[in-house]
């Protein structure tokens, strides 16, 4: 059993945009989170949802990239909607888990692509595989903050 929680949340309003830092967002099933270039449908990768909704990534793995490629990689410069700590995202991949009042379903693993390397600049293709995140699907309406707790 674990517990984590969210340390931050980040939309971007067009594919190539920068992200912002948001302290809540509301999560809408079908949609993705409210004011994201994927719930606006400006996403880079306009495939169909689920897999769009949402995007995570462990604050450990952006760690970690410091730690072992020497990157300073900032939470929002990944381009994963939600930063977790504490949680497992890699054992997530076709389970059901709460973020604060948010039930979310793992999809897939979100690895990083030439896109994202060519945004940021940096190695992030070989610096964050199978640590990149995770694509998730929104399962009922509700708020995401800072802070929430993210749980089985």
Known sequence: M???????????????????AVEQAL???GVGLEG???????????KPLPEFELTLV?????EAFKRDYGVDLAPGDARRNV?????????LVGQEFAV??????????????????????????????????????I???GTIRVGDMVSE
């Open 83 to 91: 930063v977790t700590r504490g949680v497992p995202l890699n054992h």
């Open 139 to 141: 399962l009922n309406r």
């Open 100 to 137: 604060g009042q948010v039930r979310i379903k793992g999809i897939r693993l979100c690895e990083p692509c030439g896109h994202l390397e060519a945004i940021t600049g940096q190695p992030v293709i070989k610096g964050l595989r199978h640590r990149g995140g995770l694509r998730a699907q």
């Open 36 to 46: 994201d270039r994927y719930a606006l449908k400006l996403g880079t990768f306009f």
């Open 2 to 20: 674990w517990k984590g929680t969210v340390e931050s949340i980040h939309v971007a309003a067009a594919a190539k945009a920068p992200t912002r």
């Open 27 to 29: 999560a809408i099933p």
């Open 58 to 62: 462990e604050a450990e793995a952006i």
